[in-house]
């Protein structure tokens, strides 16, 4: 019998995946037997939600940006009649395993490990996880391997951390492992707090026993029976679905007790984050867990000392753990063959910004950022010129387009004074001011700062003060210096890693874009018409109904036009406020 | 999508089971927060009394969380996404609508009490970008002209809702 399944990720909720389910769920009531209804996480095609597959067998077929009404169509041709419904094709695979589909080329570049059952399982149903060979490599740790053996598994495979250090997960364990102590702790770091990075999101929402496999088996592998799963609040389905997930581990004995008869105990609990974002940091994350303000602590002692409660604790992200069950099953030698020579494996990208495709897709490390734009983003919206990526959210920087044969790996990326971070992607087109882009990480991470070391909690202040100053078109010669000099104070004098990555973004853009500083500060002028208070403000004569909207809202009269005629704006009583902008209801207005 | 059945585990629940373990003092807080809509002083107060930690470092916690009030929110809590793809697709010129059309700035509650406006870093619907969240709801791919719309929709749907109680009463 055909099944349909619903993508049921956040982005794909909202998108309008519970009405286009509801509707499904509807038919099938009217014509029971027809069809079996199922839910999925997230295939990764963020830009066609709500996708809607309907599967026969080996055969696959993926509908995007589904509607009730489509996904009627869908069920009277493709389930009923056996025909494929036309136009919303964006994947499809037949019995002879022959791909088509307008988005064949997102999937067919990657090589999916961590997101193996992403989009494919339903994320609620143990069983189906069992199906497709989960918790095989829990009980092949169990029954099979020694903790000593794990550890080695994983230092082979070369594995290195996802949540942007990369540092060796196996090195890690065996750190842990060697502390002899009474009580020792296993913690998931799900606090994914980076603006433009969604990837733990989505493998929480669309496979969370993966995760708890990789959790159970590192407790084994450093003597702990005990772990935390810290996610942010922001994610209500993620810490929905992960309480389902370890409530039916439960119920199969993959916690507990005594786990599948090996004597082996371990069990697990998921904190909610609160809303900071320094919470990401370890020492910090450990301090929210115990209930305090979280603020990171000075290391050494490192956590595979005294971490969480002062027990040694192993302290990875969610894309490390999910990658965890398949290095055991496959051995450490399959996954080594992927990636580079010291960055082994896949990693998983969030794809966001001005890019055609935006969405989630794991390639090899190694993979150039030309490839990830274009052959998987399929390059540029509105056939903009493509300017530069930013990786690594408030800690990293920008990569200019000229540098796009960058292969994404741990030495390549830092090299160009970016970060590799956890896998946030944001693509800039050349209307984005990379002025205005430092001044929004910076905005972000000073208001994030703990206010523990004083060159992160006054020294960012101090930063963005001055390219608050600058894109309002008050900067002064010799900003650019000072910021340089604040940026390496505060990098040097930090505890954490907040504060030490914190001036990148700014660092970054004045090494590849010191002529956008340099035109903002001397010439008082936005090369990419994006700074309000340095442009001027235009009306499409074209789109404009002569409303006279614009010209009642305008504080300063500086708009003038007759009812049913096009307005004008005279820049030199316009005070850039932007009203006109945000009131006009055709979007007439424009910045230049 | 939120957990409902979660909500069994309400505030007074939770301080009676209260067994002196230690980290419990966020969960605590959040259910405060879920059960009153905000944390009022009493809660400081009753969860102070319950764990023996003093008023003022409960303090401590709650205002060092972006996620705890310490002021009610208003009927529907709209929060603005201001992440990176968000930011690129112009979520500044939403923000600057929603202040305008609301009269109120982030942060704030409108006079009427229906509607508060916060900030968030990102709802992580980064494609969908720019977007909103109206309670649980999320909008996506706004204009300045759509999302006045919007919020005159909840407006009147409101004051619809408000007519129909006062005809009935």
């Known amino acids: 019998m055909k099944k349909v399944i619903v993508g049921m990720g956040t982005c794909g909720m909202s998108a309008g995946a519970q009405q286009v389910y509801d509707r499904m769920k509807q038919i099938l009531a009217e014509n029971p037997g027809t069809f079996m209804l199922g839910g999925t996480g997230c295939i990764g095609m963020c830009y066609r939600e709500p996708l809607l597959e309907v599967r026969d067998g080996a055969q696959r077929t993926i509908y995007g940006q589904v509607t009730?009404?489509?996904?009627?169509?869908?069920?009277?041709?493709?389930?009923?009649?056996?025909?494929?419904?036309?136009?919303?094709?964006?994947?499809?695979?037949?019995?002879?395993?022959?791909?088509?589909?307008?988005?064949?080329?997102?999937?067919?570049?990657?090589?999916?490990?961590?997101?193996?059952?992403?989009?494919?399982?339903?994320?609620?149903?143990?069983?189906?996880?069992?199906?497709?060979?989960?918790?095989?490599?829990?009980?092949?740790?169990?029954?099979?391997?020694k903790p000593e053996e794990i550890v080695e598994e994983i230092k082979s495979s070369g594995l290195r951390g996802r949540g942007g250090a990369g540092f060796p997960t196996g090195l890690k364990w065996s750190f842990a492992a060697a502390n002899k102590a009474d009580k020792k702790y296993v913690v998931c770091n799900a606090d994914e707090g980076d603006p433009g990075a969604f990837m733990d999101r989505s493998v929480l929402e669309s496979d969370p026993h993966a995760v708890l496999e990789g959790m159970i088996i590192c407790g084994k592998a450093i003597g702990s029976d005990f772990g935390y799963i810290y996610c942010r609040a922001e994610y209500p389905m993620a810490i929905r679905r992960l309480n389902i997930a370890i409530e039916a581990a439960r119920g199969k004995g993959y916690l507990g007790k005594n786990i599948l008869g090996s004597g082996f105990d371990f069990d697990i609990k998921i904190k909610q984050g609160a809303g900071a974002f320094v919470c990401g940091?370890?020492?910090?994350?450990?301090?929210?867990?115990?209930?305090?303000?979280?603020?990171?602590?000075?290391?050494?002692?490192?956590p595979a000392e005294k971490g969480l409660w002062q027990k040694p604790t192993n302290n990875n992200n969610v894309e490390t753990y999910a990658n965890v069950p398949w290095i055991i099953v496959n051995g450490a030698k399959a996954y080594a063959a992927f990636g580079t020579e010291k960055s082994r494996g896949t990693k998983v990208f969030a794809l966001a910004g001005k890019v055609v495709r935006g969405g989630l897709a794991e390639?090899?490390?190694?993979?150039?950022?030309?490839?990830?734009?274009?052959?998987?983003?399929?390059?540029?919206?509105?056939?903009?010129?493509?300017?530069?990526?930013?990786?690594?959210?408030?800690?990293?920087?920008?990569?200019?387009?000229?540098?796009?044969?960058?292969?994404?790996?741990?030495?390549?990326?830092?090299?160009?004074?970016?970060?590799?971070?956890s896998g946030g992607m944001v693509v800039l087109d050349d209307a984005s001011c990379m002025v205005e882009m430092a001044r929004f990480f910076l905005d972000f991470t000073q208001n994030e700062s703990c206010g523990k070391c004083t060159f992160c909690r006054i020294g960012t202040l101090r930063m963005l003060e001055v390219l608050t100053r600058i894109?309002?078109?008050?900067?002064?010669?010799?900003?650019?210096?000072?910021?340089?000099?604040?940026?390496?104070?505060?990098?040097?004098?930090?505890?954490?890693?907040?504060?030490?990555?914190?001036?990148?973004?700014?660092?970054?853009?004045i090494r590849f874009y010191r002529d956008e500083y340099d035109a903002h500060i001397n010439e008082k002028r936005c090369p990419s018409s994006s700074c309000s208070a340095l442009v001027d403000f235009n009306i499409d004569a074209e789109k404009c109904t002569g409303c006279t909207v614009c010209a009642k809202n305008c504080p300063v009269n500086a708009i003038s036009g007759k009812a049913k005629e096009t307005h004008v704006i005279d820049n030199s009583v316009c005070v850039k406020c932007g009203k006109c902008i945000t009131s006009c209801n055709f979007g007439a207005v424009y910045k230049s | 999508?939120?957990?409902?059945?979660?909500?069994?585990?309400?505030?007074?629940?939770?301080?009676?089971?209260?067994?002196?373990?230690?980290?419990?003092?966020?969960?605590?807080?959040?259910?405060?927060?879920?059960?009153?809509?905000?944390?009022?002083?009493?809660?400081?107060?009753?969860?102070?009394?319950?764990?023996?930690?003093?008023?003022?470092?409960?303090?401590?916690?709650?205002?060092?969380y972006s996620q705890f009030r310490l002021q009610p929110m208003g009927k529907h809590v709209i929060r603005a996404c201001d992440g990176t793809a968000c930011h690129v697709s112009g979520s500044r010129m939403i923000i600057d609508t929603i202040e305008d059309e609301l009269g109120i700035e982030v942060g704030g509650t409108t006079e009427d009490g229906l509607f508060t406006l916060n900030t968030v870093a990102c709802i992580g619907c980064c494609s969908l970008s720019p977007v909103i969240m109206i309670d649980d709801e999320t909008h996506g791919q706004l204009t300045p002209a759509s999302l006045r719309k919007l919020l005159r929709e909840v407006r009147r749907k409101e004051k619809a809702a408000g007519q129909k109680v006062a005809a009935a009463g």
């Open chain 1, 68 to 145: 009730p009404e489509i996904a009627a169509g869908i069920f009277e041709k493709h389930v009923l009649a056996g025909e494929e419904y036309d136009g919303n094709v964006v994947y499809s695979v037949d019995g002879k395993g022959a791909v088509g589909g307008t988005e064949a080329d997102f999937l067919r570049q990657q090589k999916r490990i961590v997101l193996r059952n992403c989009g494919t399982i339903d994320p609620e149903s143990i069983d189906e996880y069992e199906g497709i060979g989960g918790y095989k490599a829990l009980g092949k740790a169990l029954r099979e391997m």
């Open chain 1, 281 to 302: 940091e370890e020492t910090a994350l450990f301090a929210s867990i115990e209930g305090q303000r979280g603020m990171p602590r000075i290391r050494p002692p490192f």
């Open chain 1, 363 to 421: 390639v090899p490390m190694g993979t150039t950022i030309h490839d990830l734009v274009f052959k998987i983003g399929g390059g540029i919206k509105a056939g903009r010129k493509f300017k530069a990526v930013q990786m690594g959210g408030p800690s990293g920087g920008c990569i200019p387009s000229d540098l796009d044969h960058t292969p994404v790996d741990f030495e390549s990326i830092p090299a160009t004074g970016a970060i590799m971070g």
């Open chain 1, 471 to 509: 894109t309002n078109g008050e900067g002064e010669s010799g900003d650019v210096e000072k910021l340089q000099t604040l940026g390496r104070q505060i990098k040097e004098a930090s505890l954490c890693g907040l504060g030490q990555t914190a001036p990148n973004p700014v660092l970054s853009t």
């Open chain 2, 1 to 64: 999508m939120i957990d409902t059945a979660g909500r069994e585990d309400n505030f007074s629940y939770r301080l009676w089971r209260y067994d002196g373990a230690p980290g419990e003092l966020i969960p605590l807080l959040q259910s405060a927060q879920d059960h009153f809509g905000y944390i009022p002083r009493k809660a400081i107060n009753y969860i102070a009394g319950v764990t023996g930690i003093p008023e003022s470092e409960v303090y401590g916690v709650i205002t060092f």
